[in-house]
């Protein structure tokens, strides 16, 4: 049976039920375009739902925030003792059937138990998902639950749920303790049960959060800094001397404004490989540092840590900072990595995924494609190497990726500079791999091979030792020789240091003789590609008909069925000229190499992309109106639509993607940011495992 929606219920406050609703959203967004987020109660507050509003943004739902709840704690609890609970279900149900009408699947999050009277002796999730049909799933709460308390616990919520009649979809137990943990995953259960250890990190605010939450004022740092991850907080009464015994990873330190001493100190103990990493500094009593402090700290490149000041005074301060809950907000990047990592390593994703729905859509958003990738990259996990460790934006896609567990990461350079400058940005690089090419054992054998590939081209043995201590080099030839499933590279390098030990060690694949690159242009409600827009100025005719069909291929390898347009100013046979000619001999020349990809050429963008147009200037043809690959006969015009279309309709940019190589290698632009780095890694993943296949 179909199920087209799911009650998601926890009794405790804290158990996790945002993290599930996350889990199962993205899910949701890989495969749907239309998903709708209900909650029927929220709490009494004047401030907008924090779940709504989270998932609303985050998961960029089609819905108004008044069509995503239904009541409040207060007005149901005085419907029920007004004996007008039939009533209040019956207007949840015509809500959600409303709801369920006009998406593909409704997520519904049920307010916790304990968020009620002790005078509402019945659970009202249980009754509003039996009403409207819904399976429920449970989430309860492990933390700090001996092994008889959870097992118990499950067995009395199967019980209550089978006698309630309602259909009982999985029980998911959040922040489990890691003794019990293992115990309990020897106990088979009934139910499809999923258990997931408690992560502290999850459970412990951010600066970010505790600077909104005290009103405090950013004196300096930037904005990157405040996910920084409070650990501790501690008040700095000492001398200088002693209040640097006592400091550790991750401390907020609360202190007095014209404490300079504490302030240059705390600064200076970020700048030392010998100390703890100070989170923050918050700065008490409305003082803040003197325009001498101020011009030292600002003589920085990049300044090492956020300053922060309020007006109470420093025990106030500190009793405000204790109090600051922990929460998941969509700037938490970090922790919503951590979160879905959590969930799709302890959670049979898959199974959820057949039971969920079989409803299918021909619509692909950002979100989906991108999600997508995630998943295909976790499913067959592979290596990566990122020669550019210098770079602040690859240390943080690569925590990104890590606690994603979507890809095993090899940085390469010093070890102890990456782990200075990954502790001092306040990240956790714990499971990544650290490959310095300056000391490796496999310098040698990587000089030794580069040598015996190019010496019939020249290549000296001394310059093959000096191509291995460029770093592009060494992670090409660790590529090529099985130490690594694909590169990424290009974020401090130009294209040219990427792309050219690529072709001298690692080679195109047989047939093609031109590497080229496509990105993958994500639409509101499909996904297009375009290509070559980053590598081949001037294409010839065959060049021209390789990068078809390499980007036909890569398009199927990503779940697109290629239907490839190749672009001039003219349609069909209305125009002549060389440029017209050479995209007509190479639309000839890949029907004849490649008779079973759909083709069409010449034919010019908007008979490609509109039926009306395209039904008008070609009848006949199967492409026309239809095309969603895009070949651009230069580079000045595929480089110059791509950024067109990205800039003026928001679309989203994926890549370049590198293509014609026997292994993956990828490159980045400059400019690029965190989010492109993590999309261009997983489609790195994707391509070796396709590779692996081949």
Avoid: W
């Amino acid at each position: 049976m179909e199920t087209k929606s799911l009650y998601i219920s926890s009794l405790e406050p804290s158990a996790g039920s945002l993290i599930v609703t996350m889990g199962l959203m993205e899910l949701l967004k890989r495969k749907l375009g239309n998903v709708a987020f209900f909650r029927p109660i929220i709490a009494d507050s004047e401030e907008k739902d924090h779940d709504i509003d989270f998932v609303l943004e985050k998961y960029d739902l089609d819905m108004r925030y008044s069509q995503s709840y239904g009541y409040t704690v207060h007005e149901v609890e005085t419907m029920i003792a007004d004996n007008r609970l039939n009533e209040l279900i019956e207007s949840l149900i015509v809500q959600f059937k409303a709801l369920e009408k006009n998406y593909d699947f409704v997520l519904i999050e049920g307010l916790n138990q304990a968020s009620f009277t002790q005078s509402l002796d019945f659970d009202i999730n249980l009754i509003i998902a039996k009403n409207i049909g819904s399976p429920l799933a449970v989430v309860l709460k492990g933390k700090d639950k001996s092994l008889k308390e959870v097992v118990d616990e499950i067995a009395i919520e199967t019980d209550v749920i089978k006698n309630a009649g309602c259909s009982h979809f999985a029980n998911f137990v959040n922040r489990v303790d890691e003794k019990v943990l293992n115990e309990l995953s020897k106990i088979k259960q009934i139910i499809p049960t999923y258990y997931l250890p408690e992560v502290p990190e999850l459970d412990t605010p951010t600066v970010n959060e505790i600077m909104n939450k005290l009103n405090c004022m950013l004196v300096l740092g930037e904005q990157k800094d405040l996910k920084r991850v409070v650990k501790h907080s501690k008040i700095a009464a000492m001398k200088l001397e002693n209040f640097l015994e006592h400091i550790e990873d991750g401390d907020l330190i609360i202190v007095p404004g014209d404490r300079a001493d504490i302030v240059v100190g705390a600064i200076a103990t970020v700048q030392s490989r010998n100390h703890p990493n100070i989170a923050c500094l918050l700065l008490t009593g409305g003082m803040t540092p003197s325009k001498v402090i101020k011009d030292l700290f600002t003589g920085y490149n990049e300044f090492p840590m956020p300053i922060l000041s309020v007006n109470e005074d420093t025990y106030q301060t500190a009793v405000r900072v204790s109090d600051v809950p922990a929460t998941i907000n969509v700037n938490s990047e970090r922790k919503i990595a951590l979160a879905m990592g959590l969930f799709s390593k302890n959670v049979d994703v898959k199974n959820i995924e057949e039971k969920i729905t079989s409803v299918s859509s021909s619509t692909i958003t950002p979100m989906m494609f991108e999600y997508g990738l995630f998943e295909r990259a976790r499913s067959n996990r592979k290596k990566i190497v990122l020669p550019e460790s210098n770079d602040e934006r690859i240390l943080r896609a690569t925590e990104i990726l890590l606690r994603r567990n979507v890809v095993d990461i090899v940085l390469l350079g010093d070890k102890d500079e990456i782990e200075h400058k990954v502790a001092s940005l306040g990240l956790d690089l714990s499971n990544v791999e650290i490959i310095n090419p300056q000391k490796s054992e496999l310098t040698n054998i990587f000089i030794n091979e580069f040598y015996e590939l190019r010496r019939k081209k020249g290549l000296t043995l001394e310059a093959a030792k000096d191509a291995m201590t460029h770093v592009s080099y060494f992670g090409t030839m660790m590529v090529h020789m099985g130490y690594a499933d694909g590169m990424v590279s290009g974020a401090i390098h130009t294209t040219g240091d990427t792309i050219r030990p690529a072709l001298q060690i690692i080679k195109t694949k047989p047939g093609i003789s031109t590497v080229s690159s496509l990105f993958f242009m994500c639409l509101d409600t499909k996904v297009l590609v375009y290509g070559d827009c980053a590598v081949n100025q001037d294409p010839n005719a065959n060049e021209l008909a390789q990068i078809a069909i390499s980007s036909a291929d890569t398009a199927k390898m990503f779940g697109i069925d290629p239907k490839v347009a190749m672009l001039s100013y003219s349609t069909g046979s209305s125009g002549h000229g060389e440029d017209v000619e050479k995209v007509r001999e190479a639309t000839k020349v890949v029907i004849e190499k490649r008779p079973d990809i759909l083709i069409e050429g010449p034919i010019q963008y908007d008979a490609a992309i509109d039926e009306k147009v395209g039904k008008k200037k070609l009848p006949n043809s199967e492409i026309a109106g239809k095309a969603n690959i895009f070949i651009f006969p230069d580079l000045n015009t595929g480089n110059n639509t791509y950024k067109a279309v990205q800039r003026s309709s928001n679309a989203v940019a994926i890549g370049p993607v590198l293509q014609g190589l026997n292994k993956p290698v990828n490159d980045l632009s400059r400019g690029c940011l965190v989010a492109d780095i993590i999309n261009t890694v997983a489609i790195t993943v994707i391509q070796a495992q396709e590779n692996n296949k081949g």
